[in-house]
């Protein structure tokens, strides 16, 4: 019975989110649903003392980077960088190559730190004009974008300073930097067979004789007039690529420089006392190894905001209340959202149910594949990377720590693959980066839904590889 209430407030909470609900709302309800059929006198205290703190403690540490991250994301798009950066792209790779095109634009800028929703609504209308131009049904789009941006530059290479592969870092004493052989390994592994399905499932429809599509929607006409297919006005008017490209490579450059910089500064830990800030009541101590990672993102994209401001402030200038105000806003969305997921997971954590749960997911005797089943099922259950990783952590990271400790596995080993495995299965059809993605441009689950899941197997499939490659190799 334990378990089924376990079961129960995980679909609940699974529906809910695919049917479009506020997970921030509904992820209490789930936990203290469950509380509720367990314990009724526990829900209150459960409320105050484990959910409460566990969402707080998650904003706490990682807000700052989802406000970051979306302000960065914003004004690389309002500067005209990303767009700048698509022409170039489709000039020297081809507008022949156009899930290529796609593929290394979408990489560029998430790798670069551009959150991936803005990345969806940036890529979108140059990406429209480049099938059309090319005849490609455009109903293979959202596989080429989902590649880009949902799979190896969010969880795979080593600095990305998406979420997904930031987290980790304070549960495993990580850097987000983790594993780089190891990483580069799973990324190129990854876009090989994606590549490979794209083109595959292009040439197959193509030669039935389908053609773009008749699509009449505004956003198309208009991707239509602003592209221009990389040349004419608009493309004269964008910013240089190179300086378009200088923002991303700083972030990354930062990331990497800050990372070993503030261990060598800080040493293993620092204590704030009275005699640095005389109103403090009491020593206040941070262990650095659980910060680094997120403090050498959150410098590498402040670096990169003060970048486009001074590179771009006259393209940005008019519109940089209401667009900073809108990213402002994504990022208190996608950070509570999250968090609540968090605090979730810590409830379930604590249910008879989720021992039963835990217990059989130990019996997996190797450690790296319990890790990655653990938290890629989360992750498809919850719709969400971050918030399935979440969930698994907070219940689970000690085990998989003791469980790679006894079997002398790097914890960077650990952390990457916990966080390619949280990028796994989580583009199931109720994840909120897929429905984005369909809505932006205008397709349905049924029209284009096979093709985003012909990555979330091959993603899934590429966790499970970089952990052969490990044994077999050593290859950190």
């Known amino acids: 019975m334990s378990f089924l209430i376990v079961l129960a407030a995980l679909v ?5 989110a695919y049917r479009g609900y506020s997970v921030i709302l509904f992820a209490p309800i789930a936990a203290l649903g469950a509380v509720l059929l367990t314990e009724p006198a526990a829900v ?30 914003k004004l690389v798009e309002m500067a005209g960088f990303s767009q700048s950066i698509v022409h170039a792209a489709i000039r020297y790779i081809g507008s022949s190559r156009a899930n290529a095109v796609i593929v290394a634009v979408c990489a560029l800028l998430t790798y670069g730190g551009v959150s991936l929703f803005v990345v969806v609504f940036a890529v979108y209308p ?35 300073p998406q979420i997904q592969n930031i987290i980790p870092t304070t549960f495993f004493q990580t850097t987000g930097w983790a594993a780089p052989s190891l990483s580069i390994v799973g990324a190129i592994a990854t876009v090989i ?5 794209l083109e595959w499932r292009r040439r197959s429809v193509m030669a039935t004789g389908e053609g773009y599509g ?10 239509e007039k602003d592209s221009g297919g990389g040349a004419g006005p608009a493309a004269a008017d964008l910013p240089h690529p190179l300086l378009s490209v200088a923002p991303l490579v700083l972030v990354g450059v930062a990331n990497y420089v800050l990372t070993a910089a503030i ?55 008019a519109s940089f209340a209401e667009g900073t105000k809108a990213a402002v806003g994504g990022a208190l969305l996608a950070a509570m959202n999250t968090a609540s997921e968090y605090g979730f997971g810590g409830v379930i954590a604590a249910l008879p149910g989720f021992i039963a749960v835990s217990e059989s997911l130990r019996r997996i005797p190797d450690p790296l594949v319990n890790a990655a089943i653990s938290v890629t099922t989360l992750s498809g259950i919850t719709g969400s ?36 495995a949280s990028g796994g299965m989580d583009t199931l059809p109720h994840n909120g980066a897929v429905i984005t993605l369909l809505a932006v441009t205008g397709l349905t689950h049924k029209q284009s839904y096979k093709d985003i899941f012909g990555i979330t197997v091959i993603k899934t499939a590429a966790v499970f590889f970089v952990i052969a490659v490990y044994y077999l190799t050593g290859l950190v």
């Open 385 to 420: 990377a971050s918030g399935g990783m979440s969930i698994a952590l907070a219940a689970m990271a000690d085990s998989f720590i003791a469980g790679c400790n006894a079997a002398g596995i790097p914890l960077e080993v650990l952390h990457r693959v916990v966080a390619m």
């Open 214 to 223: 008749v699509d009449d929607r505004k956003d198309d006409k208009e991707g």
């Open 193 to 197: 067979a994606g590549m490979f399905y």
């Open 44 to 73: 209150a205290p459960v409320f105050s003392g484990i959910f409460m703190e566990k969402m707080v403690g998650f904003v706490k540490l990682y807000f700052p980077v989802f406000l970051l991250g979306a302000v960065f994301g």
């Open 126 to 160: 140059f990406a429209a004009e480049l099938y059309r131009q090319s005849g490609i049904p455009k109903r293979l789009m959202p596989g080429a974008i989902a590649l880009g941006a949902f799979s190896f530059t969010m969880d795979t290479l080593p600095g990305t």
């Open 12 to 16: 609940f909470l699974m529906f809910a």
């Open 263 to 317: 261990a060598q500064h800080y040493g293993t830990s620092y204590t704030l006392t009275a005699d640095l800030l005389p109103g403090l009541k009491a020593p206040v101590e941070t262990p650095i190894k659980t910060v680094v990672g997120i403090w050498a993102v959150e410098g590498a994209l402040l670096l990169g905001i003060l970048l486009v401001c001074v590179t771009a402030f006259r393209r940005i200038r």
